[in-house]
Structure formats: structure tokens, C-alpha cells
């Protein structure tokens, strides 16, 4: 009698943890490039773009002098960057090098779960795409952060890529940095990390943010050559996203046990995942979600 009263508290504790353990999917950065013909439309447009996002919100901007660029910011947190710069580019047609002026504008941060910060943020993307898409002004997407925040302990969680791409060396699963608060999916050198396409990891995010509740963050970095080779549209990035798997489990041993069965593979895929029953740990992305947002930023007009 008494074994069959702990299995049923044990059973309640389980499910109001399962209850208690909730979600969502999350946009954190956002980059733009604008290329253009000459310093003076590059300078013209440079000023655009900050005056719209001062007009429509209630930020500043100061020059760092040091980093080369104008910094958005609201009570001292930088919101967004906006720089210009140079690169020489080889004409093929014309056989010579020529000057490519461009400005580039990310937004970084755009859920730190400091709401008002966030939605200011968030405007102030507006503010920009709403300018460039008024005025019919071409731009591309750089780098587009998304992410699963998950109100749960980092043990909790194990992420695993069942798509590798080519070229890519892989830590193995649950392979943990900085005292566990960090699990890192590719294995990429610090000075190669701008030079892959994508890459996630997953982090305290709550130790980041100094968050008084456990927030554990899965984030997939797709970056400047991912869009060089793929175009901004929801399809290109559920794929990307498809290549991982996040999932959640109650008892951080159970998700060691699983983990190491992962690691024994030399490859694993999608169908792996079902044929080994994970299928009821996965964290599923708000698709709907993101094609929201990226419509959203590609219709958006001030007026």
C-alpha cells in the first residue's frame, strides 16, 4: 500500500513539473545590409535610417568611436549598431577592383526578457525596414538569431543535430563549456566562427539576462553566408532550423542515457529519432510564428 502512495505522489510531481515546463520561439537578432553606388548615397541613407528610428521611438544614438559606429540605445543599453563601411569588389566584367559602400544594421537583443527594452527594440526594427520598404530601397538580410526559450535548468535540455552539414566538425552531445552553462552543437574554432553559414548552441540564458526564473536558451545563428547562398524566406530557414532537434526531459539522467546512445552513432537521423522513441521529448518551433515576422519585416511601410 505504501509503495502504490509513493508511485502516485511521485506520478503527481511528474506531471506538475510536465505542466509547469513551457516554451516559446523567439527572434534575437536581426541584420540588414544596404549596398550602395557612392559615399553620398551611403551617408544619405545612413542618416535616414537613423532619423527614422529616433523619430518613431524613444531612443538615442551616440558614435563609438571605437567600434566605428552609431549606437541605438535606451537608458544605456544598446538597442542597435549601425556602421558604415568599404570593401573593394573585383568586376569581372570590367576586370578591376571597384569600391562597394555599404551600411549595415543589426539589432541585437530583440527578446532579452526585459519587455520594455524588448518591444523598444523590436520598433526600432521597424522603424528600419519601414524606411527601406517605403522608399523601395534594396537591402538583405546578414544574420537572423532563432531561438526556443525554455523555462527549464540547462541539465534539462539536450539538443542534437540529425542534418550535419558538410565540412562541419560536431562536439558530441551534451558536450558542455563554462562550468556546464553552455553546450555548444558544431565544433568551430573562434576564428572561424563568422565563416560557417549556421551554428547553435544552448545556455543559461537566465544567468545571462539575471533572470529571477530558469530560462534555458536553444539558439540557431544563421549568418552572413548562409544568406549568401539561400534567399530571406521562411522555407530556407525551417530548414535550417529542421536540421536540429531540441528536446526536454524531466530527469537530467534520463537525457545522459540518451545522449550517450547518441554519441555511440556515427551519424543519426530524423527517422532515428522516432525509431528510438524521442519523439515525446521534442520541443517543436512556432513555425506560424516566424513566417509572421518574416513577412511582417518584408511588408512593413511607415506609411
Not at 271 to 283: F, N, P, W
Amino acid at each position: 500500500m505504501l509503495i502504490i502512495i509513493i508511485k502516485t505522489i511521485f506520478q503527481s510531481l511528474s506531471y506538475i513539473m510536465e505542466i509547469s515546463m513551457t516554451y516559446s520561439t523567439e527572434i534575437d537578432t536581426v541584420s540588414i545590409q544596404i549596398d550602395c553606388n557612392s559615399l553620398e548615397e551611403q551617408q544619405s541613407i545612413g542618416f535616414m535610417i537613423n532619423r527614422a528610428i529616433l523619430e518613431y521611438n524613444k531612443v538615442y544614438s551616440e558614435y563609438n568611436i571605437l567600434k566605428k559606429e552609431r549606437e541605438i540605445l535606451f537608458n544605456n543599453n544598446k538597442i542597435a549598431s549601425i556602421r558604415l563601411g568599404m570593401n573593394p569588389i573585383y568586376d569581372h566584367s570590367m576586370k578591376h577592383h571597384q569600391i562597394n559602400y555599404y551600411v549595415a544594421i543589426c539589432f541585437a537583443g530583440l527578446k532579452s526578457h526585459n519587455p520594455l527594452k524588448d518591444n523598444l527594440s523590436y520598433d526600432c526594427l521597424l522603424a528600419t525596414v519601414g524606411a527601406l520598404n517605403t522608399f523601395n530601397i534594396e537591402y538583405k538580410f546578414t544574420e537572423l538569431d532563432i531561438c526556443l526559450d525554455i523555462n527549464a535548468k540547462v541539465d534539462n535540455i539536450l539538443a542534437i543535430c540529425t542534418t550535419k552539414l558538410p565540412r562541419t566538425g560536431y562536439h558530441q552531445a551534451n558536450h558542455s563549456f563554462y562550468g556546464g552553462k553552455t553546450v555548444y552543437i558544431e565544433k568551430i574554432s573562434k576564428n572561424r566562427l563568422t565563416y560557417n553559414s549556421q551554428r547553435a548552441y544552448v545556455y543559461n540564458k537566465s544567468k545571462k539576462e539575471k533572470l529571477f526564473f530558469p530560462l534555458t536558451r536553444f539558439e540557431l545563428k544563421l549568418q552572413k553566408l548562409f544568406f549568401l547562398n539561400n534567399e530571406f524566406n521562411f522555407t530556407n530557414i525551417i530548414n535550417a532550423l529542421d536540421r536540429y532537434t531540441v528536446m526536454y526531459f524531466e530527469n537530467p539522467y534520463e537525457k545522459n542515457m540518451i545522449a550517450d546512445r547518441y554519441n555511440s552513432y556515427s551519424r543519426i537521423s530524423k527517422r532515428d529519432i522516432e525509431r528510438m522513441g524521442l519523439e515525446r521529448y521534442k520541443l517543436k518551433p512556432d513555425v506560424v510564428k516566424i513566417e509572421r515576422f518574416i513577412d511582417n519585416l518584408k511588408k512593413y511601410k511607415l506609411y
